[in-house]
């Protein structure tokens, strides 16, 4: 069951990762208030490194136990662990570490050093999925770019029609060009999906995306949670509504 969209528009990035951060810490105190242990996917860029700091100022302030929250992620880069350009050690830096998450529930995706090639790592995060996921996330976060892809489901590429759970993909339009990426379908596993978008350069896709685009041509089009779907803007990110 997909529901319709929420829309939140936030007057600027700095509010909009305040919001977001708020938001997630929540619904996590919620989860574990009622016995669960949360299954969240991270995404990178940069409105998601805002709301990570946020989360890490906010956190110490909430009811979350973080060594109780496992931790994935909707794509990463294929680079070298210590690459700057990994978004699971953008995410690490700015709170994972601050709030005590604890390493064995954080799944980051294979970097050069773990796998041969993006196929080969997308085939080692769908076996850690299998053996350590709950086949389904409480909440998967999404950023935007602005030809509407997410993750690194990009207009056009040939994993948008993937069955599979992780690919790899080479030739990313935004660089760098290898990563790993979750699919449609792992994504869509969802009960919550919540999209994170700033600035004007995004507002075409937003509006396409909500205005029932082709999911071949603005990939964020087709991600809809099962029980929920929002999308976290600020104003000019929502300009084209
Ligand atoms: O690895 C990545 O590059 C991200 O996961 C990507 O999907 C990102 O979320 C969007 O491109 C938005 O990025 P910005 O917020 O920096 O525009």
Do not use: C
């Not at 939140?8 to 919620?30: F, I, K, M, Y």
């Not at 489901?153 to 993937?162: E, N, T, V, W």
């Amino acid at each position: 069951m997909t529901t319709e969209p929420r829309i939140e528009v936030h007057e600027d990035p700095a509010t909009l990762a305040t919001a977001v951060a708020g938001e997630l810490l929540s619904r996590l105190a919620d989860a574990q208030a009622a016995g669960g242990v949360p299954q969240i996917a991270l995404t990178g860029g940069t409105i998601a490194e805002d709301i990570h700091r946020e989360i890490a100022r906010l956190s110490p302030g909430s009811e979350v136990d973080w060594s109780q929250v496992v931790v994935w992620w909707g794509d990463e880069r294929f680079v070298a662990p210590d690459s700057p350009d990994r978004n699971s050690g953008q995410a690490q830096a700015a709170f994972l570490d601050a709030v005590g998450a604890d390493p064995a529930r954080v799944h980051p995706m294979p970097s050069t050093a773990d796998a041969s090639d993006v196929d080969a790592g997308a085939t080692a995060y769908t076996a850690t999925l299998r053996e350590h996921g709950s086949g389904e996330f409480d909440i998967v976060m999404l950023g935007i770019g602005p030809d509407g892809h997410i993750a690194s489901l990009f207009p056009g590429f040939p994993q948008l029609d993937s069955d599979g759970i992780a690919v790899g993909v080479t030739g990313s339009p935004k660089p760098p060009p290898e990563r790993v990426s979750l699919t449609f379908a792992a994504l869509n596993r969802a009960r919550s999906v919540w999209f994170l978008v700033s600035g004007g350069g995004k507002a075409s896709a937003v509006a396409s995306a909500l205005g029932g685009a082709d999911l071949h041509d603005i990939p964020a089009a087709g991600v809809s949670g099962r029980e929920e779907t929002i999308w976290f803007l600020d104003r000019e990110a929502a300009s084209s509504l």
